[in-house]
């Protein structure tokens, strides 16, 4: 969220009446979540928060609804904070008549999308032709481990430029059917949602953001979670499928294991809960938790320096952050830690048996045929390995462009109220 400080001055009195947008409201745990879905932008407020919506709404000027309150509560609210934090939200429509917000947010990704499109597809039929689909897939692969993807099924072509041109080709070709899976299940929930560059860590990724979701009771909200990481499962099960069972040319085989490789490490990558993957966004739901990530980061961070002070490495003073957490939250926080620790030490595995080989390869390929293009006086052979850095250079800066525009004022932090608490879900 940027910061607005024109937003945060006084632009209303006592007496003015506050006109809010139509809001989504409804109770989840011992806090209500409001926030309007169009526009993305949702808070977690406690029971006073939730009244001081409900008294506006009915046209209560500030000062009504700071004597409803202390007539309720039986202590002064301050009542300007959530105005001034609403207003940021863009949740305010009107101030005393004068508009600060239309209705209209825009910026969904095919809005003409809807529900009637997209419902099929998470029907209990076509949910249990993708189950049938996967379990074939699994028995096969028990039966024949020999199919199970391995790293070197990436490199199906000497060629290293041939090999990372057609493997990103794919690549991008299954991340748009992952995101595509999440927007239609979003929309066949009514939820807007919108796809867009990202960057989480040192990656690139696409994103849909689904903040909309908060807008429905959970148990609605792991469709559009696992209609991601499904789409990936339904590809790569049907690769391995045709592979095992169906006579195929090599080069075609060798084309479909490499796919079912991509979507593989796809798959893997969604379990990395230490960034906002679709299960950490799965993780935050079953633990009943809104800040889960930095309230974990942070407990994390406070055993490793008990431990180092224990083993008298360090001697640094830092307080237990379960101390200011939410009662029920403390118990999910941990587990959580765990998951997170646990994740890194997959997402590690993972890099040291599947990425960093590929890459070293490609790397050793290039150079290699650089080497040989050039005391061979062979232009196409040359042109071949250094065709594979351009491309790796792409992507890089397609990363630092990506990130500077998402984080314009990186150095600028918003002032958080303890009061309110944004709440974002890309997936």
């Keep these: 969220m940027e910061n607005k400080p024109e937003l945060r001055q006084q632009v209303f009195g006592a007496d003015s009446k506050i006109e809010l947008h139509i809001l989504s409201v409804f109770p989840e745990d011992d806090q209500y979540i409001v926030g309007r879905p169009e526009s993305g ?33 039986g202590q002064e609210v301050d009542i300007n904070e959530f105005i001034s934090t609403f207003i940021e939200l863009g949740f305010v429509k009107r101030i005393d008549g004068k508009l600060l917000s239309s209705d209209n947010e825009g910026g969904a990704t095919l809005p003409w999308l809807k529900e009637q499109h997209t ?20 028995f096969s692969i028990i039966r024949r481990p020999e199919y199970f993807p391995k790293y070197s099924d990436y490199f199906w072509s000497t060629s290293p430029t041939f090999v990372i041109v057609i493997n990103t080709f794919m690549y991008f070709c299954t991340l748009i059917l992952h995101e595509f899976a999440h927007l239609a299940s979003a929309r066949a929930l009514n939820i807007p949602a919108k796809i867009s560059l990202s960057t989480r860590l040192h990656n690139l990724v696409v994103q849909t953001d689904v903040s909309g979701l908060w807008s429905v009771p959970r148990n609605q909200r792991y469709q559009v979670y696992f209609a991601g990481i499904f789409s990936d499962l339904a590809i790569m099960s049907t690769a391995i499928i045709v592979v095992i069972y169906v006579p195929i040319a090599p080069i075609a085989s060798n084309f479909l294991r490499a796919l079912a490789l991509i979507c593989f490490l796809k798959i893997i990558g969604q379990f990395h809960v230490y960034m906002r993957t679709d299960m950490y966004l799965v993780c935050l739901d079953v633990l009943r938790c809104y800040n889960m990530f930095d309230d974990s980061l942070k407990y994390v961070k406070y055993m490793l320096l008990k431990l180092s002070n224990s083993l008298g490495i360090t001697k640094i003073e830092y307080g237990n952050p379960l101390l200011s957490v939410r009662p029920h939250e403390k118990g999910r926080i941990q587990i959580y830690s765990i998951i997170m620790v646990i994740g890194s030490i997959v997402a590690l595995w993972i890099a040291l048996f599947y990425e960093f080989p590929i890459t070293i390869n490609l790397i050793v390929r290039s150079f290699r ?32 462009v990506t990130f500077i525009q998402r984080h314009p004022n990186w150095f600028a932090f918003d002032r958080i109220l303890n009061k309110v608490k944004t709440i974002s879900r890309p997936v």
């Excluded at 006073?48 to 046209?59: A, E, F, K, P, T």
């Excluded at 419902?119 to 897939?137: E, M, N």
């Excluded at 052979?381 to 351009?390: I, M, S, Y």
């Design 369 to 400: 045929g650089m080497i040989d293009g050039l005391g061979g006086k062979n232009f196409v052979l040359f042109a071949d390995g250094a065709a594979t850095f351009v491309i790796e250079a792409s992507f890089k800066i397609m990363f630092v």
């Design 119 to 138: 419902g099929w597809l998470f029907s209990r039929p076509s949910k249990t032709l993708l189950f049938a689909l996967i379990a074939v897939a699994a």
């Design 41 to 73: 932008e949702f808070v977690a407020v406690p029971e006073v928060g939730q009244r001081i919506i409900s008294l506006l709404q009915q046209g209560h000027s500030i000062s009504e609804t700071s004597s409803c309150l202390f007539e309720e509560y």
